[in-house]
């Protein structure tokens, strides 16, 4: 007898980005550190009557495949080949700095320059709080106390603000390796990017192998809790492929 156990494991192979256009060297991805993983196949079915009261037949009516899928690893490249399809930029790093270290207001120019990591530079405030988390206002010139000026890396605050502790929070931009960088562009109705799905369960020796080869994601969500992992979640459907096949199945039993 054959059995299954575990999360199994699941690879996505981009056919098309998200304008249709055939990807001509495909780069499968494997979803990562998988949690769950769903598959429904589900047809209507169309009931025939007499005078009886059940149906003398029964007919299938229209079919349809979905799959929702839940792993904790976070990738750039799945991301763009499986829901966004439009492209990213390797290595380019576009980060949140969020400052739980402070730093102390200075005399004389009263100024604080931040300092991006990884050789970062600086592309936008995102706020300074006070010793008690309270934010504090951005003004155009002449800070006084409780507020502050910024232009670039450089943020100004007022003279009677001198030796209190602030926490500056900023975005910045760096050149690293491995990271991944795209935009979400508002495409024409209908387009979405492709892909092949694999899934594959290995459990007391026996395999089962189920082939999409065509799907399109519906759903991309994340959500995070206080004292947990972000566990993004996806959900896809099936279609049919050139040869009107919409899955391949395997099995290690008959």
Do not use: H
Not at 44 to 64: C, H, M, N
Not at 73 to 79: C, K, R, T, Y
Not at 100 to 106: E, F
Not at 118 to 131: C, Q, Y
């Amino acid at each position: 007898m054959q059995f299954g156990f575990g999360t199994g494991v699941l690879w996505g192979t981009p056919l098309t980005d998200a304008t249709g256009a055939t990807i001509a060297v495909p780069t499968p991805v494997q979803l990562g550190v998988m949690q769950d993983m769903s598959l429904d196949i589900s047809w209507d079915i169309k009931e025939l009557f007499g005078q009886s009261q059940f149906p003398v037949a029964v007919g299938r009516g229209k079919g349809k495949l979905t799959g929702k899928v839940k792993n904790a690893q976070i990738s750039g490249s799945a991301l763009d080949a499986l829901v966004f399809g439009q492209g990213y930029t390797a290595g380019s790093l576009t980060a949140d700095y969020y400052d739980v270290l402070g730093s102390t207001v200075p005399t004389t120019p009263f100024t604080v320059t931040v300092t991006p990591p990884n050789a970062g530079t600086f592309s936008a405030d995102l706020g300074v709080r006070d010793s008690n988390g309270q934010p504090m206002k951005r003004v155009a010139a002449a800070p006084t106390t409780g507020q502050y000026m910024q232009a670039g890396a450089v943020y100004t605050f007022a003279a009677a603000d001198t030796g209190k502790q602030v926490f500056i929070s900023y975005q910045y931009t760096a050149t690293v390796a491995g990271s991944a960088k795209g935009t979400v562009k508002n495409v024409l109705l209908g387009q979405a990017p492709v892909f092949k799905a694999d899934f594959f369960m290995n459990y007391g020796g026996d395999t089962l192998i189920l082939t999409l080869p065509n799907c399109v994601v519906s759903k991309f969500a994340i959500a995070t809790k206080q004292d947990d992992f972000m566990i993004p979640e996806m959900d896809f459907s099936g279609f049919a492929d050139s040869a009107g096949n919409v899955m391949y199945w395997a099995t290690s039993e008959a």
